[in-house]
């Protein structure tokens, strides 16, 4: 998980509940690492395992790292099988979402370069677009390993 992006999230955080929404993100990672880095990172929203990218298929967001790439992880002794539980090399392309409450996605942000995400600030206004007499959103952030 890009623990930076989570952190900034949550410093937004009570601006997303003042407009009735809520934040959740969704790791790769194995439980046990989500959970250290829910930890490490003191994060307080939700963050939900998505161990064998059940989720992330579901929003044809997995592929598969180029052989250079896994060199290169392995180098830095990253085994992303490891961490993610699974016996691929695969990894989610990370994205967040604006979902309203009737399940309608009405932002995405989805970017193959990892080092791209949703910033914060514009997090919020996407929310304040949304924001009617009526209207409650939800915001899913998908975190990737980098």
């Given at each position: 998980m890009d623990s930076a992006s989570l952190r900034a999230y949550q410093e937004v955080l009570d601006s997303v509940r003042s407009m009735n929404?809520?934040?959740?993100?969704?790791?790769?990672?194995?439980?046990?690492q989500t959970l250290s880095q829910v930890e490490k990172s003191s994060l307080v929203?939700?963050?939900?395992?998505?161990?064998?990218?059940?989720?992330?298929?579901?929003?044809k967001l997995v592929y598969r790292v180029s052989p250079a790439t896994e060199s290169l992880l392995r180098g830095f002794?990253?085994?992303?099988?490891?961490?993610?539980?699974?016996?691929?090399?695969?990894?989610?392309?990370?994205?967040?979402?604006?979902?309203?409450?009737?399940?309608?996605i009405r932002h995405a942000f989805?970017?193959?370069?990892?080092?791209?995400?949703?910033?914060?600030?514009?997090?919020?206004?996407?929310?304040?677009?949304?924001?009617?007499?009526?209207?409650?959103t939800s915001v899913a952030p998908r975190a990737a390993r980098n």
């Open positions: 929404g809520t934040l959740v993100a969704v790791s790769p990672q194995s439980v046990e929203f939700p963050v939900i395992p998505d161990v064998g990218s059940s989720i992330a298929l579901s929003f002794a990253i085994e992303l099988p490891v961490v993610n539980a699974t016996d691929s090399w695969e990894l989610p392309v990370p994205a967040t979402y604006v979902i309203d409450r009737h399940g309608t989805v970017d193959a370069d990892y080092r791209k995400r949703l910033e914060p600030l514009d997090l919020l206004r996407e929310l304040h677009k949304l924001q009617g007499p009526a209207e409650a």
